[in-house]
């Protein structure tokens, strides 16, 4: 059976009345978290983890990626409409696309992010489910040294160990790995680093981590701040149909996007920003009217929205047939798998299809959803913009603690939030990223049972590990990904510092 | 030659905007270098709310 | 956005040496930890502790390296921050974490809402915490009635629902 038959039986799984109703319920928090700024889908499938513990499991993970996709589209519209970006994805978006709203423009701004994320949605699911089955081919042949080398790369990747962070990224990944520890060894049921304390036995909770990163220690940040800026809501005015020369002017940025966007999110790059950014870079260099670029030229909204919804489809590749999550939200994605005892990767698409091709499949409507909630609806979303910041955060911390009791109603479960939510403050305030130190604590004792694995076939000879070609050469880039930064900022020390400018608030 | 300067220059793109992520993702400002050889002007980037 | 520029001063930076120095002593904490592990290597030769060994290894690395950065000055200058409202929220998780099995969800939650909100500018402590005890119950009911959640019941909850 090829891609498209499966493609079909997924469609039939994920077309069902239960199944519509997770992806539609995904796709519109996802809108929502997308719009709202300071909350994002990472930390919105973290706190959803404990109230799906009970529900179906095709269900629950379609809803999470629909959450993935959801916040993607909508966070355009906090760009385009208040400057305001809603997600990281969504910064560049707001170059071109505030400007445009400004001019009157705001409509066809909003139509092209959200037709353009449709068709690079649409595009790159496809290419998402035409790609895994050959990928899970070549994953059969992957041992434990390969799986191994796969997550010392995302290790390195994800810890944004290029430039000037290096130091703090690796700082944060290996307190992630530290954190993994913690826990009963899962090969010879000894406990670590458990100090005494009976609820350690288990680990730590991924959730409890997760949502105090990315919710408590960002709203004790952004207290932090204490300046209100009154943002700035451009009324969107006119029509919010796109011209013929909007079309004409859109549909090759879409395409290019796409195909910048879908590569960049499947790569262990980091991120689906880093397409949205070439994106806008190849569009202002291949317009014709480059002059309009900072004005308000609506190339520079199509592609980078095309882009970070490519990404997102993207990140899935590898995280669905390798089991290899690429960002932060994939991190959380499959804690979300592993919660129901599933573990994504090549024996997955072997044993429950049913789930994996429901999941692809449910993107495609998922998608058609979220095409008709952002362009018809868009009215809704833009009042979720006038919530004040208190209730905001207030209901932001009600929500995260929520989750965290959810899971374990226990006082020690809500001291470990607090301590890891000052612990993210903390790292905020000195400039160490988030993401790796999520990772590490998912990943980490994956990665550890493949390295023991490998070398108990080895009977402890670590040169096994790069034995085989295929872990060779996903050490050697991960050596470079690592190497060759550090080297170049070494160089260009003196002009960097010079240029080294403060932090944003 | 042109293919050799066009991948350098895809190269050193694609370099641009590793490093103003990374710096993005810690709360830092991107160089106006780097943001140059993507085609964003640092006021036009400094205007948007980042928080 | 107001960015504030400036050149990052040359000079020692104590808040980044403690951090190397907290990195150590996780580092320490590891290898003590893991000294007593039986290390059931097997053929391997790789047991239990091997892993939070290699960890602490780089731990202890970053430790160093981070001490380095610090002694130059290297460390990013960090933004302003008003400590009052971190403290109030902070206030609020710890009201929350010590009320939780006392008072239960709605009334805990109801004041953890309340400082955060006080957090952000809404000083009105005596219509904020009624407001945030009401939407945590709204919220306690929805959960805990209908999703099933395992969410801690105190008195306001047994008043209402007399079951639960």
């Given amino acids: 059976m090829g891609a498209f038959d499966f493609l079909l039986q997924g469609l039939a799984t994920a077309a069902e009345p239960m199944m519509l109703l997770y992806a539609l319920i995904g796709v519109t928090l996802g809108t929502a978290v997308g719009v709202l700024p300071g909350i994002g889908p990472a930390l919105t499938v973290a706190l959803l983890l404990p109230v799906t513990y009970r529900l179906d499991a095709a269900g629950s993970l379609i809803m999470f990626a629909g959450i993935y996709y959801g916040g993607m589209y909508g966070g355009s519209t906090t760009s385009i409409l208040l400057n305001t970006p809603g997600e990281s994805a969504s910064i560049i978006t707001a170059l071109e696309g505030n400007k445009m709203a400004r001019k009157g423009r705001g409509g066809p701004a909003l139509a092209t992010a959200a037709i353009g994320s449709f068709i690079a949605g649409l595009i790159a699911t496809l290419l998402l489910a035409f790609l895994a089955p050959w990928i899970v081919k070549v994953a059969l042949v992957f041992g434990p040294r390969e799986y191994f080398a796969l997550m010392v790369l995302a290790f390195v990747t994800v810890s944004a160990a290029f430039g000037d962070s290096a130091l703090r990224g690796l700082t944060s990944l290996f307190l992630g790995l530290a954190l993994a520890c913690v826990g009963i060894d899962q090969l010879t049921g000894q406990a670590r680093l458990e100090f005494g304390v009976p609820v350690l036995l288990d680990g730590i909770e991924v959730t409890t981590m997760a949502v105090a990163m990315f919710a408590v220690g960002e709203a004790l940040f952004i207290a932090g701040q204490r300046i209100h800026i009154d943002d700035e809501l451009t009324a969107v005015k006119g029509s919010i149909w796109m011209s013929a020369s909007d079309w004409a002017r859109s549909w090759k940025p879409w395409l290019r996007g796409t195909f910048i966007g879908f590569p960049i999110g499947a790569m262990p790059a980091g991120g689906a920003e880093i397409g949205t950014f070439l994106s806008y870079a190849t569009e202002k260099k291949l317009s014709k009217h480059p002059e309009e670029f900072g004005h308000g030229a609506i190339e520079g909204v199509a592609g980078p929205e095309a882009a970070n919804n490519a990404s997102a489809a993207g990140t899935l590749v590898p995280l669905l047939t390798l089991g290899l999550p690429t960002s932060a939200t994939a991190a959380i994605m499959l804690a979300g798998f592993q919660q129901f005892g599933l573990q994504p990767g090549p024996l997955l698409f072997a044993t429950n299809p049913t789930l994996v091709w429901g999941l692809i499949a449910s993107l495609l409507i998922a998608n058609f959803m979220l095409l008709v909630l952002n362009l018809p609806l868009i009215g809704l979303w833009v009042k979720l913009l006038t919530v004040p910041k208190p209730w905001l955060y207030a209901g932001i911390l009600l929500f995260a603690t929520l989750g965290t009791i959810g899971a374990n109603p226990s006082t020690f479960e809500l001291g470990m939030l607090l301590g890891f939510g000052v612990l993210g403050y903390g790292m905020r305030l000195f400039g160490y990223p988030i993401a790796p130190i999520v990772v590490g604590l998912i990943l980490g004792p994956m990665a550890e049972q493949h390295l023991r694995r490998a070398l108990s076939i080895s009977q402890g000879d670590w040169g096994y590990l790069v034995q085989s070609p295929i872990a060779a050469v996903l050490l050697g880039i991960a050596a470079l990904a690592l190497i060759v930064p550090l080297i170049l900022r070494a160089r260009g020390k003196g002009e960097m510092l010079s240029q080294l400018a403060g932090d944003e608030d | ?51 | ?164």
């Fill in chain 3, 1 to 164: 956005m107001s960015v504030t520029r400036f050149d990052p001063p040359r000079r020692r930076d104590p808040a980044a040496l403690i951090i190397a120095a907290g990195l150590a002593v996780v580092a320490g904490v590891m290898l003590w930890d893991s000294a007593r592990l039986a290390d059931l290597g097997g053929y391997s030769g790789v047991g239990p502790a091997s892993v939070p060994r290699v960890v602490a290894f780089g731990l202890l690395g970053l430790s160093v390296w981070t001490a380095i950065e610090a002694l130059r000055g290297d460390f990013p200058q960090r933004p302003r921050q008003a400590p009052a409202p971190v403290l109030w929220i902070v206030a609020g998780l710890s009201a929350q974490m010590m009320l939780l099995h006392v008072a239960g969800f709605s009334i805990a939650t109801g004041i953890l809402f309340a400082f955060t909100a006080r957090a952000f500018g809404k000083t009105n402590l005596a219509m904020t915490i009624p407001l945030g005890i009401g939407f945590a119950f709204v919220v306690w009911t929805i959960f805990s009635q209908l999703l099933m959640l395992n969410l801690p019941a105190g008195p306001l909850e047994h008043l209402i629902f007399p079951g639960a």
């Fill in chain 2, 1 to 51: 030659m042109t293919i050799i300067r066009y991948i350098r220059s895809a190269l050193r793109m694609f370099g641009a905007a590793v490093s103003v992520v990374s710096d993005l993702r810690v709360n830092h400002l991107p160089s106006e270098r780097e943001l140059n050889r993507l085609g964003i002007k640092k006021a036009d980037f400094q205007a948007i709310h980042l928080n």
